[in-house]
């Protein structure tokens, strides 16, 4: 395998994992709102997870949002609709989380290519 090839499925990898955690986050979120909210201190605010000014939460509110980021740039992306309402940080942040999520599909076919290759190779 190429340096190039690697690097590039280590990419798709952690992205992956981003967006497995993503989903986990979602699952916990829907399953125990309150008891996350009462351990973290964060409220849930109209669009978002909003936190308190410290370091604690500014660490959590990154993690907690990360699904509502996934689903918001999936939106976006497929009707961009009032884009010039949005401030250029969090634009930037939907389309950094529409290239995760395509990383991350992308990595089963690194994957599988790779096993296919394996194969003809033997």
């Not at 395998?1 to 699952?27: E, G, H, N, Q, Y």
């Not at 009462?38 to 997870?49: A, K, P, S, V």
């Amino acid at each position: 395998m190429s340096a190039k090839m690697w690097i590039l499925r280590s990419v798709c990898l952690i992205c992956c994992c981003i967006v497995a955690t993503a989903v986990v986050v979602a699952f916990v979120e829907i399953a125990a709102y309150h008891a996350v909210a009462d351990m973290t201190g964060c409220n849930l605010g109209q669009l978002w997870f909003a936190c308190e000014d410290s370091w604690g939460g500014r660490l959590i509110a990154p993690v907690l949002n990360l699904p509502a980021l996934f689903s918001y740039a999936r939106e976006f992306t497929f009707a961009p609709l009032g884009g010039s309402q949005m401030g250029r940080e969090f634009l930037l942040s939907l389309y950094l989380c529409d290239l995760v999520f395509v990383l991350a599909l992308i990595y089963p076919l690194l994957l599988f290519s790779q096993k296919s290759n394996d194969k003809e190779n033997q």
